[in-house]
């Protein structure tokens, strides 16, 4: 199967500050998606993103097919965004959506 | 992910006894993906089904788990003779249609054997 790599795994932030969470995958895909999951563990849909750039609030993500890779920034960040980061992909020629193993955020005030 | 229903949202078994973990997809959506997730690790697939058809069950394992997803009523994940390791989160997703479409996760099922 595809193989899915997030980096970093882990990152600490101070509230305000900005990141880049990326998301590197080895082969074509129909669909990319990002997940915050919360520490409660709902896992909450942030971006469908299979090639281009996308915007929602704090959150943008941009997803580069042929270089196979997505970003995903999150600008002042507030404590409310700690919680895990997925990227998965559903491959070309699969039926199900690899994970990565995610990047854990924490947001200190 | 809001209109995926899993229930029940914590379970407790003790070893041998069964499991049976429901989803309820989103209304208008006829394909319902399973996956489990070990404390600190990433979601592994288990199976995909659409109504009353297994289409890939790859990352199942082959013996005490079995998924179906009838033509009416909501899909269902089974685990036979639990063990302490089966003890995870399982999610349940649903999308409208085969491939190229965002997929929605419910809250998950948490799995406890002691």
């Known amino acids: 199967g595809i193989q899915v790599e997030q980096s970093p795994p882990d990152l600490i932030l101070q509230e305000g500050a900005n990141s880049t969470l990326r998301c590197n995958f080895s082969?074509?895909?129909?669909?990319l998606q990002w997940f915050h999951q919360n520490p409660w563990g709902q896992l909450i849909n942030l971006f469908y993103?299979?090639?281009g750039t996308k915007q929602n609030g704090r959150l943008s993500a941009t997803t580069v097919a042929t270089e196979r890779y997505s970003l995903l920034y999150i600008s002042s960040s507030q404590t409310t965004d700690s919680g895990v980061y997925f990227c998965?992909?559903?491959?070309?020629?699969?039926?199900?959506?690899?994970f990565g193993t995610g990047t854990s955020l924490t947001v200190i005030p | 992910n809001a209109g995926v229903m899993q229930n029940p949202r914590h379970l407790v078994r003790r070893r041998g006894q069964e499991a049976r973990l429901r989803c309820s997809p989103m209304?208008?959506?006829?394909?319902v993906y399973w996956y489990r997730q070990l404390p600190e690790e990433g979601l592994k697939f288990m199976v995909y089904?659409?109504?009353?058809?297994?289409?890939?069950e790859s990352g199942m394992p082959k013996e005490r788990f079995s998924a179906e997803f009838p033509k009416e009523g909501p899909s269902i994940l089974r685990i036979q003779q639990v063990v302490r390791g089966d003890s995870a989160a399982y999610f349940c997703?649903?999308?409208?249609?085969?491939?190229?479409?965002?997929?929605?996760f419910g809250e998950g099922s948490w799995l406890t054997v002691v």
């Open positions: 993103i299979p090639s």
């Open positions: 089904l659409q109504k009353e058809n297994i289409i890939d």
């Open positions: 998965a992909v559903e491959q070309r020629t699969g039926n199900q959506f690899y």
């Open positions: 082969d074509s895909v129909n669909n």
């Open positions: 997703a649903s999308s409208p249609q085969e491939s190229g479409n965002t997929i929605y």
């Open positions: 209304k208008g959506h006829s394909h």
